[in-house]
């Protein structure tokens, strides 16, 4: 494969049954531009970092065709932190993790409540059950 746009044919055809649209979801973008990138038009470097991401394809690979195609361990982890390429993440870190401990918090309290009703209308049930024997 000498082209990019090969490459990106291949990948269609191998992750996404040679659906474009499956593909397009697949690296959050849509079927016009993955129609596109199979024929000649160049991914921007976000495409090419989401295509990487998601299927652990080496922008080597992607980009220059050069082999192997699978990310190695180390590319991977370096890959992963293309996810929160944004400093404002690791500045509200403790205040994101905060949160979600509140929000655990608020669904194990809705959880017990809802154990409860579902015990409280268990008993009405066999309430009512030994009422009509």
Do not use: C
Not at 95 to 115: F, G, M
């Amino acid at each position: 494969m000498k082209t990019i746009n090969e490459r990106i044919d291949y990948l269609v055809e191998n992750f996404s049954e040679g659906s474009n649209t499956k593909f397009a979801r697949m690296i959050k973008s849509n079927e016009a531009n993955v129609r596109n990138y199979r024929k000649n038009v160049q991914p921007n470097i976000e495409i090419v970092k989401e295509i990487s991401r998601k299927f652990e394809i080496r922008y080597e690979w992607i980009l220059e065709g050069k082999e192997p195609m699978l990310q190695n361990k180390e590319e991977k982890m370096e890959n992963e932190t293309f996810i929160h390429e944004d400093p404002m993440f690791y500045l509200n870190k403790d205040r994101h993790i905060s949160a979600l401990e509140d929000h655990i918090e608020t669904l194990k309290n809705i959880i017990s409540e809802l154990k409860e009703e579902l015990n409280l209308q268990k008993k009405r049930l066999a309430e009512k059950e030994k009422r009509r024997l």
